[in-house]
């Protein structure tokens, strides 16, 4: 009985001590996470999320590698065509790279890749616009071609792939990066009319057949079903875009130079030269053979699409076959991360950056140029095209990027494209007039954009990395790009004008 008595006063005493507490933590009397009181008894803030400091990703050649082939069945994405509301797209430039090729080079005593470049709307990769694109560039003799162009093919057209030859990967690449400017330009911001004049559109490209079937693709995925007739496609006789102003005497010296760092920079890298001592021995090659047959270009083929690395097709001492003597997807990276660690050198050095500003500065002339007669609203300005396109190369693209001072952007990946905008704001719309023109005003009221590959790099380039883009105007006024051109490139050659930089005797 004494037990139970005491047992009855346990259960009571316990249920006491629990409803006192529940009733303290209620009346907050005594904290519930000792932890989160401490942190309390400061100054009551509003939350701010952490900022995450995290290190770049480290160098990756394979990772790399894929960002390189530019697959074209990824959706394409980009920020072309937006401004703040009622700022108005005056013109638009741009340059692209040629999409994806059959290699320039063979790498000796092995078979060449196995594709096929006579274009299937059957086969993968594949775009809408394919068959009618097909089609369409049976009707080019309607157009007006320079020089030695119309002698070109329009389409590729070999069972298996001529050396340089576009393959239908390079045609679907273009075909999406037009269709995709074309959701910008023409749909969003009726860029080019249905009854655009021959005056508005401009189109250059190289004499290569790469070059002139891209720029076809991706005017076609821009205005499918063009007009033949009011299409004019200029040539660039070289791949710098010089036109009339090639001659520069100090850019070959820069290029001479750079040329030779690279080759010191290469013979330097020890594991490069064990890689390419193994891959000759592989193949049955000389070292000096392998390397002079620029072996990269034709692996970064064979990676992109998917296809096994080359084996040898050499005999031996034994007069029997290497089977199975093959390169590796280790070969490969080795000689990919050699390519990485020079862009970084390449960057200390500057003596790229230098042969970047005399090479790219013709091409950026002629655009600057174009947009100031347009931003003036003159009338050479209403003779100028709304809309140019530069079909190039890697060796094009590389310097331009370079001397923008964009030499973070990486090396060009196939159908890269570079986009330069021209803007109107909204405050000087129809109220500006011809005395104000006259004095200057317009541009203080006309900015400019700078994409790449879809990312807005404008506050990257060298002209605007210091313009507030949080002021009232949060786009690069286009004086700035006028300045940079005319000027302020030269500034590291130590000269002031495109002329005395070319032309300056170095003792």
């Known amino acids: 009985m004494l037990a139970r008595s005491r047992f009855i006063l346990v259960l009571v005493v316990g249920a006491l001590l629990a409803v006192l507490s529940f009733s303290l933590q209620y009346l907050h009397l005594i904290p519930t996470n000792p932890v989160a009181e401490q942190r309390s008894l400061g100054k009551s803030r509003k939350r701010v999320n952490p900022v995450l400091h995290t290190d770049p990703p480290a160098p990756d050649p394979i990772r790399d590698s894929h960002q390189y082939c530019n697959y074209p069945n990824l959706t394409e994405h980009g920020w072309e065509g937006h401004s703040p509301a009622d700022y108005r797209l005056l013109s638009v430039q741009v340059m692209i790279r040629h999409g994806d090729r059959f290699p320039l080079y063979s790498i000796p005593k092995t078979k060449k890749p196995a594709i096929d470049c006579i274009l299937s709307d059957k086969r993968k990769p594949s775009h809408p616009l394919l068959a009618s694109f097909i089609s369409h560039m049976a009707l080019g003799g309607r157009g007006h071609w ?27 690449q273009h075909l999406k990066n037009g269709d995709h400017l074309r959701q910008a330009y023409i749909k969003r911001h009726n860029l080019l009319a249905a009854d655009w004049s021959p005056r508005q559109l401009w189109v ?29 496609v200029r040539q660039q006789w070289s791949t710098l875009f010089c036109g009339s102003s090639c001659d520069c005497p100090a850019r070959n010296r820069y290029l001479d130079q750079e040329q030779r760092r690279q080759y010191r920079q290469r013979t330097a890298d020890t594991e490069l030269e064990r890689t390419y001592v193994t891959m000759a021995k592989t193949l049955g090659v000389a070292t000096k053979t392998l390397r002079a047959a620029n072996p990269v270009d034709a692996l970064l083929c064979h990676f ?4 096994p690395f080359p084996c040898s097709t050499a005999q031996t001492t034994s007069n029997a076959l290497n089977e199975g003597a093959c390169l590796t997807l280790q070969h490969f990276a080795v000689i990919r991360r050699q390519q990485k660690d020079d862009e970084l050198e390449r960057r200390e050095a500057g003596l790229y950056r230098r042969y970047a ?56 990946k196939f159908a890269a494209r570079l986009v330069f905008e021209l803007w109107n704001g ?63 490139m030269f500034n590291i050659v130590n000269a002031t004008s495109y002329r005395q930089a070319c032309h300056r005797i170095v003792l």
């Open 204 to 232: 250059e490209t190289t004499g290569k057949s790469r070059t002139l079937q891209s720029g076809l693709a991706f005017l076609f995925g821009f205005l499918p079903r063009f007009d033949w007739s009011r299409l004019t």
């Open 426 to 488: 909204p405050e000087l719309k129809d109220k500006e007039t011809m005395s104000d023109k006259k004095r200057g005003k317009w541009m203080e009221n006309t900015f400019i954009r700078v994409l790449y590959n879809g990312e807005d790099l404008t506050f990257d380039t060298a002209f605007c990395r210091d313009h507030n883009r949080h002021s009232a105007q949060p786009l690069c006024p286009l004086g700035n790009f006028l300045s940079f051109v005319r000027k302020d």
């Open 304 to 307: 992109c699409h998917s296809l």
């Open 357 to 412: 500003v005399l090479a790219a500065h013709p091409y950026l002339n002629r655009t600057a140029t174009r947009m100031e007669r347009i931003a003036r609203g003159t009338r050479k300005g209403k003779e100028e095209a709304v809309f140019a396109l530069a079909s190039a190369h890697d060796v094009t693209m590389a310097p331009l990027l370079s001397a923008l001072g964009l030499e973070g952007a990486g090396f060009p």
């Open 146 to 172: 320079d020089a030695s162009l119309g002698s070109l093919p329009r389409l590729p057209n070999h069972n298996t792939c001529e050396m340089g030859e576009l393959t239908q990967t390079g045609v679907v």
